[in-house]
């Protein structure tokens, strides 16, 4: 299938800034959305930010103004830039993605996560 690895999670102060990575590798043939979940201690994986293979984003109400997703097709990459990072933006981050496999076929997977910790 797809495998997706992130990377990028760490600790930071509030109010500082992390750029989360996420390639696609596998026997991709096109990869439509691409997204960024995130998932807190004792709460619903919830989703952060998607982009379309057109390059339209859509934001959680949360992080807009914030956080900022885009995608490299030809590395089939999704990445999320985040400022202004608050304490409530700690958890661990996932990447998802959609498409089409060489046999034209399905997938929608996901990566294994990083965390981000925001310190007050």
């Known amino acids: 299938q797809v495998q997706l690895v992130e990377s990028g999670g760490g600790l930071v102060q509030a109010g500082g800034s992390l750029t989360l990575s996420c390639p696609a590798s596998?026997?991709?043939?096109?990869?439509?959305?691409m997204r960024w979940y995130r998932q807190a201690p004792g709460q619903p994986r919830e989703l952060v930010a998607a982009?379309?293979?057109?390059?339209?984003?859509n934001y959680a109400e949360t992080v807009k103004g914030r956080f900022t997703i885009s995608r490299d097709n030809a590395k089939n990459t999704v990445y999320l830039q985040m400022n202004s990072l608050k304490p409530e933006d700690t958890a661990v981050y996932y990447c998802?993605?959609?498409?089409?496999?060489?046999?034209?076929?399905?997938?929608?997977?996901w990566g294994q996560g990083t965390q981000v910790t925001v310190s007050s």
């Open positions: 982009i379309t293979s057109g390059g339209s984003t």
């Open positions: 998802n993605a959609q498409g089409l496999l060489r046999g034209l076929n399905w997938f929608d997977d």
């Open positions: 596998g026997s991709i043939f096109s990869i439509n959305g």
